[in-house]
């Protein structure tokens, strides 16, 4: 897959998890504007399916230029490539897929874990 897909895999996992009291003022401010737990999980399923569609877009694209240099290089020396197109869905696909259900889990346990403390700050005037 390249090293340019795993630096991104990479960054967009430590940027999913940040330092803790961010997250937890993060968390805080939705519970003040009113979000349920409920509310807390759809929120954060959807950052992970926006990460995960940025995984699988650029893992695509990388792929598909890394295809094409294999193509040409092989049409250059005559090997045949016993390869298809589908391979460069099949991985990132995968690593997008693993990557969304860290970053579901983890946020859901961390919400959980700050949702039975019931520590939502009063609302300064």
């Known amino acids: 897959m390249g090293a340019p897909f795993i630096i991104v895999l990479a960054n967009i996992i430590s940027i999913a998890i940040i330092s803790s009291s961010q997250r ?8 003040i504007l009113g979000f349920s737990f409920t509310d807390l999980l759809s929120e954060k399923c959807l950052e992970a399916l926006l990460y995960a569609g940025v ?29 298809n197109w589908f391979s460069i869905i099949y991985w ?34």
């Open 24 to 31: 937890n003022e993060s968390i805080y401010q939705l519970q």
């Open 55 to 83: 995984i699988f877009f650029v893992g695509i694209v990388n792929n598909t230029f890394l295809f094409e240099a294999i193509l040409r290089a092989a049409q250059n020396t005559g090997v045949t490539v016993k390869d």
């Open 92 to 125: 990132p696909g995968v690593i997008s897929i693993i990557a969304f259900l860290f970053i579901v889990i983890i946020d859901i346990a961390h919400i959980y874990r700050i949702s039975t403390r019931n520590e939502v700050p009063e609302v300064i005037e």
